[in-house]
Structures are given as structure tokens and as C-alpha cells.
């Protein structure tokens, strides 16, 4: 890759203006357009459209140096747009104008990803539909007697299949809601059009029906484990299953499992009481609380069971999944398509905007994952 990196700060706004036929004095798209172009290089059978545009993957941006880290650990591109907008109230109040600050617009209230965050494999830029080779059964070795031959063991294999499914959302901005903002209402509405796509990702991943356009969500997928919980009751007992389940099918729990869970079943879990019976030397039961004081809590801080817990209101309602997170795979098919659209909506001067991908689901090993069900009645508001 040769990108030219010495050019302006990546500029989505400016392309968008561009293509919209609304370009600013001092508008540089040189560098989005060479990204654009390079992501359209990498995946020769997803040719942009006329009026679309490819987004940059994160390893391209990496790449071209684009991204810094906060300091949350978070990466980020470039600094939010500036710009206020000034309105003029009735009767007195008409001398003291009304100051919108748009570049502290405090977006909705979304439920947070999770998966990505816990270290869940993203493969990116696929082509055509994909098979992963996966070995069933391993080969084993007998012991003979002295003479006797050694037996022959042949390894068994199988495919996990990748087919991309179509992700989408679009919206409309006015012509006059456009220029009185300065654009920067586009940023914000591009910026609401990329989280509601990687919210959806996530939702399907857990909870995808395979049907109706939907990729299956590894919570649908064959073979993984089910654990037994008491609705409203959680246990050390159950959560220890969990654990039990991958280790019995020889997942290796020493490092990068976790456990997901919505905002009511970690506040569940943060408020029950290990009553496991503890038991002395002689095999005799003591008191779970000594001196008045619990011992410990199911959740504490960040964790269950020394594994981390990652809470958002994207994981399935009602239910507790423990998993090896790099098993779990989230794949997409070459970078976000954006579509300017111009035309559909000209006679009011009105921009369309349309943003698609393409994703599928799938994990490694089935058994990397068990689920409980039953965990808890409701979710708050439901």
C-alpha cells in the first residue's frame, strides 16, 4: 500500500458533501478517496457503485496511520467537528440568542458491544462464500504389546460455513437542515447509521434466527453446552458448571473466556450470596457467614468465578453465556458501502444516506460455549 498520508485528516464529511453536490471552500477528500480506492482494490468482486463509497476498515487505518489510542485504551479517528448554531426567541428574549452546541451533541442512550471488547475474532474482507476446515475427531495412539503392531487411527473433518448476509439502514437529511447546521448534522446522523449497524451485529451474533435475511447467532448454533439454573436463583454450584462444561470438552479455560450477561442478570448475580456450605477439615458444614459478614457475592468486582463478565442490553435477555471469546467469530464481507443518494429525493433537495454490509456468525468449536437459561424473570422495562 502506498497511501499518501502526508494530505488532510481523513475527511468523510467532505466526500459526502462532495458527492451531495454541497463541496465547502477548503474541502481536501484526497485521502478518503485513495483509502476508498485501496479498499475497493482488496475486494475486487465488491466494486463501489456510482454515488457509493468504501469505508476503511480498521487495519487499513491502522495502517495508514490514522487512529490513535485514548486514553481508555479506545481508538479513535481525528476530533469532533465544531460549529454552533444560533437561534432567535419572542418578545424580550429576542436579544439573547439561543446558542446550539452542536459539537457537544450527546447522542441516544445505545447498549454498548461487547463482543469485540472481549477479544472475539473479527474476520474481515471475505470473498464468496467460505469453508473453514475443522478436524472432528483427533487421531489417538494405542499401547501394543511387544511384537504387535500399531493400530491405525485416522483423523475425521469437517467445515464451518461462512455466507454473508446483507445488514442495512438508511436516512434522510433536508436540504435546509443541512446548510443551517453547517453539515455537521451529517456527521452526527452518519455517526447514529454506523452504530445501529454494529448494535445489530452484535444482537444477531448472540441471538441471530438463521431466517427472514438473519444469519444464525451462535446461541442457535448445534453442539453448544446448556446449563441447568433456577430461575432467579443462581448458584456458585451452577456458575461452576458452566466452567465444567468447556473443561470436560476439553476447552482450555486458562486464559480468554468470559462470561456475557444483560445489565439485570449481572445486577442479579452482584446481589446473591455464595451459600455454597463450607466444610472443615473433617468433612463438617460451617456457617456460609461468619460474624455477621458475607463471605462473597457471585459478581464482584468485574468478575464471576475469576472470569471477567461483559454486560450490555445486546446479549440475550434471561440468560448467562460463558465462552472462550477468540472461538467466537464475527466475519464480514469488505468494508461499509456508503451511498450518497442525490437523486431519489431532488425535487426537495433532500440527501439520502445508505449504509450496508455484509456479516455471518460462527464459532470455532461448539463447545467453546454454554448458555443458562432462566436466570432471571424480566428485564427492566420489558
Not at 22 to 39: K, P
Not at 193 to 207: D, H, I, P, S
Not at 242 to 267: H, M, Q, R
Amino acid at each position: 500500500m502506498n497511501i499518501n498520508t502526508n494530505k488532510k485528516n481523513y475527511d468523510l464529511m467532505a466526500v459526502i458533501r462532495s458527492m451531495s453536490g454541497q463541496s465547502c471552500a477548503g474541502d481536501d477528500i484526497g485521502l478518503a478517496w485513495e483509502l476508498a480506492r485501496e479498499m475497493e482494490r482488496r475486494q475486487p468482486n465488491h466494486a463501489a457503485g456510482h454515488g457509493s463509497f468504501f469505508l476503511p476498515s480498521l487495519s487499513l487505518m491502522r495502517e495508514a496511520g490514522l487512529l490513535r489510542t485514548s486514553t481508555a485504551g479506545e481508538e479513535t479517528l481525528g476530533t469532533p467537528a465544531h460549529g454552533v448554531v444560533d437561534g432567535i426567541g419572542g418578545n424580550g428574549s429576542a436579544l439573547v440568542p439561543n446558542v446550539v452546541l452542536i459539537a457537544q451533541f450527546i447522542e441516544a442512550l445505545g447498549a454498548a458491544t461487547v463482543l469485540g471488547k472481549s477479544g472475539a475474532t473479527i474476520i474481515n474482507d471475505l470473498e464468496g462464500n467460505v469453508y473453514i476446515p475443522r478436524a472432528s475427531a483427533d487421531i489417538s495412539a494405542d499401547w501394543v504389546n511387544e511384537g504387535a503392531p500399531v493400530g491405525k487411527k485416522n483423523p475425521t473433518f469437517e467445515q464451518v460455513q461462512l455466507v454473508p448476509h446483507t445488514l442495512g439502514a438508511y436516512t434522510d437529511i433536508t436540504r435546509r437542515l443541512s446548510m443551517q447546521t453547517n453539515n455537521v448534522v451529517t456527521k452526527i446522523v452518519l455517526n447514529m447509521l454506523l452504530n445501529a449497524v454494529n448494535r445489530k451485529v452484535e444482537q444477531a451474533a448472540f441471538a441471530g434466527t438463521g431466517s427472514d435475511g438473519q444469519p444464525q447467532g451462535i446461541l442457535g448454533i448445534s453442539g453448544i453446552g446448556s446449563v441447568s439454573m433456577t430461575a432467579n436463583a443462581p448458584t456458585k454450584g451452577a456458575l461452576l458448571d458452566f466452567i465444567n462444561a468447556l473443561e470436560t470438552a476439553n476447552v482450555d479455560t486458562g486464559s480468554g473466556c468470559c462470561w456475557y450477561a444483560t445489565p439485570a442478570v449481572k445486577k442479579l448475580l452482584a446481589e446473591t450470596i455464595d451459600l455454597t456450605p463450607i466444610k472443615d477439615a473433617a468433612g463438617t458444614e460451617s456457617e456460609k457467614i461468619v460474624g455477621g459478614v458475607a463471605r462473597r457475592y457471585l459478581y464482584e468486582a468485574g468478575k464471576c468465578e475469576d472470569f471477567p463478565l461483559y454486560a450490555s442490553g445486546l446479549c440475550p435477555a434471561n440468560k448467562l453465556v460463558f465462552a472462550k471469546a477468540s472461538d467466537i467469530v464475527l466475519a464480514n464481507w469488505g468494508a461499509i458501502s456508503l451511498l450518497v443518494d442525490q437523486y431519489t429525493l431532488s425535487t426537495t433537495g433532500s440527501i439520502r444516506i445508505v449504509c450496508m454490509s455484509e456479516w455471518d456468525f460462527a464459532l470455532l468449536h461448539p463447545q467453546s460455549l454454554a448458555v443458562g437459561t432462566a436466570i432471571a424473570e424480566a428485564e427492566p422495562g420489558s
